[in-house]
């Protein structure tokens, strides 16, 4: 009597943790989805790499939850496809978000789909249905170990992104598939819904901290850096970091100098006050731009960008500190002479790359 107790309750549990890691799985890829503001990127390849893992969550769990008869090999079938999908369409956004400044080519995709074909051969032939998936694995730790590498050289999202999460996510999930090969039982199937639950929360709290492909393009949305004196707010350093044609003939830097004439002369009261504000404001919008400030004791920078995230605010606090630490001796006996600050293009391009 007890021993069928155990056993109805050890189903009951397996069944509802089957539910619920394909409910939250869904739930989550939704979620996902939501943020996203493309149709490819990364955001939405994990997206779709959850949701098509709960259906293969779901449906390769059918067969042993329920006696499906001949109908166990249709459901396998559904859920190892949905999953397959899943992870080469992953492959590919994730080396079209990653491709930033270089030719899109999506090498791995290709490597995907076409070891997917052999493989899927092979198998049928042989009747080793897990070959499929080792090959793919490959193909994940691979773009994400390279997604990883070019995210983390943001100097903000090294700091703050928890790596070690992400990764053990990403291992939690994929490979607790493979615990049931153990143990065909209801025991070993809630470890492994317990597992995959665990690892996908660990992917999609780690995933928020990953910045978008916009902001890994945030070098294109620099457009000048001043550097001007805390007392007369005349400029010590004027860098440009784009001169790019414009349709008048002109050129880039044009309406930049009409944008800081406007900045420091047109609206000279409110700038007189930011720059006199050690607390305050540190950012303002003017037409399609933004103008950052970072305040020292004897300068202030001035970011004039696209638009303003995290990164170019570390990048410019990092700048201030470089070149005040740099050229001390000079802003202590400065009386207007910029000479001492013509090598400055230097720094300004360590720091912003």
């Not at 290709?110 to 997917?116: D, G, K």
């Not at 990403?170 to 317990?194: C, T």
Request: negative net charge; contains cysteine; charged residues 20%.
């Amino acid at each position: 009597m007890q021993v069928e107790i155990t056993e109805i309750l050890l189903r009951d549990l397996t069944v509802t943790s089957t539910y619920m890691v394909a409910f939250i799985l869904g739930a989550i890829a939704a979620g996902l989805l939501r943020r996203s503001k493309k149709i490819v990127s990364s955001i939405t390849g994990l997206s779709v790499y959850l949701l098509t893992f709960a259906v293969y969550t779901f449906t390769s769990s059918l067969p042993f939850l329920y006696d499906m008869g001949m109908y166990s090999t249709l459901s396998d079938l559904i859920g190892n496809g949905t999953w397959i999908v899943g992870i080469i369409f992953f492959v590919f956004a994730m080396e079209m978000d990653q491709a930033v400044f270089e030719e899109r080519k999506p090498k791995m995709t290709a490597f995907s789909i076409i070891y997917t074909i052999l493989s899927l051969i092979v198998s049928i032939l042989v009747g080793i249905g897990y070959l499929v998936f080792i090959g793919l694995s490959i193909a994940i730790v691979y773009v994400t170990q390279a997604y990883l590498e070019r995210i983390l050289e943001l100097e903000t999202t090294k700091a703050n992104f928890p790596q070690v999460w992400f990764i053990l996510g990403f291992i939690l999930s994929g490979f607790a598939n493979f615990i049931v090969a153990i143990d065909y039982s209801g025991v070993f199937f809630v470890i492994k819904n317990l597992t995959v639950l665990v690892g996908v929360l660990m992917l999609y709290f780690s995933w928020w901290h990953i910045p978008s492909s916009d902001d890994l393009n945030w070098l294109f949305d620099l457009n000048r850096l001043l550097v001007v004196d805390a007392e007369a707010s005349l400029p010590m350093v004027d860098f440009t970091f784009r001169q790019v044609d414009l349709p008048n003939g002109g050129d880039e830097k044009a309406p930049d100098s009409i944008l800081v004439a406007g900045a420091m002369s047109g609206i000279n009261n409110l700038i007189g006050e930011i720059l006199a504000d050690r607390s305050g404001l540190d950012e303002i919008q003017h037409g399609s731009r933004t103008i950052m400030f970072h305040r020292r004791d004897d300068f202030t920078c001035i970011l004039i960008v696209e638009r303003s995230i995290p990164e170019m605010k570390y990048r410019m606090e990092k700048f201030a500190l470089e070149f005040e630490k740099r050229y001390r001796a000079e802003l202590a006996d400065y009386q207007g002479n910029i000479d001492p600050f013509k090598n400055t293009d230097n720094l300004v391009r360590e720091v912003f790359s």
